[in-house]
């Protein structure tokens, strides 16, 4: 099991996706394009949690280690920066989710490659895009399939030739893979081909500077800016979700001290930063949460699916220790602000001895017992 959110950048050319990626990433580097190829930007974001500032604020460990999303920022090759050229690069093939910077703001400088401002029919044409690329993959899959099974038949392959086949009619008929609703082992083969249009994809509506200060907080409401970007139907879809920001501004308050930036985003009118909010919306796409482990040495939070075994949970901290597991020693979050110690939790019997099939909820604050 992998705890680290991997999420890759797209986006056509002038939408913000590199500004965006600079705001996640606070990276200084951003991806270029030569001979004709795009070089790959890969930058970590920190969680922003304020139940691990307050569990840091309680124990005053040494090291203080937030959850981290990695993404993956592609310099477009092309005019058009569409998906043809990703079915071949690592970066986007193991993402967890596909994060689609949508250009919703309007600059007179920075001219449109289609001549106008319109966010549905862009999020389709790189819907579209997708496909075309994924049914590319599925049809040279299917044709080495027929001849591995000319070769000798087994039930693993006619299997995995019937799941691509399904999978080919869904692209043909214009559907992207994230719409089928496969299970079990053929969820696993799905996710083992790294069809791009399988994968989560979150909208990032970059809206216009005029819109963010005159709506304030209204203008970041995602049903509101899906309806006025013309995404309400296309969010309908599974596997979809959007978030709103002005990447631009949002810059521009990342790299200001903290009582400033906390100042400009009130002035904004505005109750969490662009970075807080695309966070949030990737762990709720994805159905990761957090939870965290604590002590003199180290408050640490860690990314897990939701659902996820407490042996499996042990195994983000080390292999070790899932091997050896014995018990988890839970306590929520909510239990341990309420009495201000694990002690007092200990008193009033709200840590709790779990076994290895236990599933973590979002807040455990869990200390693993194993044998070495």
């Known amino acids: 099991m992998q ?6 950048l797209i986006g056509f050319a002038s939408s913000g996706k590199t500004t965006l990626f600079q705001l996640m990433t606070s990276a200084r580097e951003t991806a270029r394009a030569a001979h004709g190829k795009g070089e790959t930007v890969i930058g970590i974001s920190k969680v922003p949690d304020a139940r691990l ?22 310099a477009a090759a092309g005019a058009s920066g569409g998906a043809q050229g990703l079915v071949d690069v690592a970066a986007y093939k193991n993402a967890d989710a596909l994060v689609h910077v949508l250009r919703a703001f309007h600059d007179p400088a920075i001219p449109h490659a289609s001549g106008s401002i319109d966010p549905g029919r862009d999020a389709q044409a790189m819907e579209d895009e997708l496909i075309l690329a994924d049914l590319g993959v599925a049809e040279r ?18 299997r995995e030739r019937d799941v691509v086949t399904i999978c080919k009619a869904a692209l043909e008929e214009g559907r992207p893979l994230r719409s089928l609703e496969l299970k079990g082992e053929d969820l696993k083969r799905l996710r083992g081909f790294q069809f791009l249009s399988a994968k989560p994809l979150l909208i990032v509506i970059n809206l216009d500077e005029t819109q ?21 139907s296309f969010l309908s879809r599974a596997g979809t979700a959007a978030v709103a920001v002005c990447a631009k501004i ?46 003199e040495d180290e408050c640490r939070a860690w990314s897990i699916p939701r659902h996820t075994t407490a042996q499996l949970a042990a195994s983000e901290i080390h292999s070790d220790i899932a091997r ?12 341990l602000m309420a009495r201000g110690a694990m002690a007092a939790c200990r008193d009033h019997g709200e840590v709790r001895l779990e076994g290895k099939e236990y599933v973590v909820l979002d807040g455990d604050i869990i200390n693993f017992r194993f044998a070495t």
Do not use: W
Request: charged share 30%; net charge negative.
């Open 3 to 8: 705890g680290l959110l991997r999420a890759a």
């Open 53 to 74: 500032d307050r569990l840091t604020a309680m124990y005053n460990p040494k090291k203080r280690v937030p959850a981290t999303v990695e993404f993956t920022d592609l």
């Open 141 to 158: 899959r299917l044709e080495r399939l027929e001849r591995d099974l000319k070769k000798g038949r087994s039930p693993e392959l006619e």
């Open 212 to 232: 963010l200060s005159a709506g304030g907080e209204a203008a970041t409401r995602i049903d509101r800016a899906s309806e006025a970007a013309g995404l309400t």
């Open 250 to 295: 949002e810059l521009e308050i990342a790299q200001l001290e903290a009582a400033d930036a906390s100042a400009f985003l009130a002035d904004l009118g505005l109750k969490e930063s662009g970075l807080d909010r695309v966070i949030r919306a990737s762990y709720d796409l994805l159905g990761y949460i957090s939870f965290f482990t604590v002590g």
């Open 324 to 335: 050896g597991f014995i018990r988890a020693e839970v306590v929520s979050y909510d239990h």
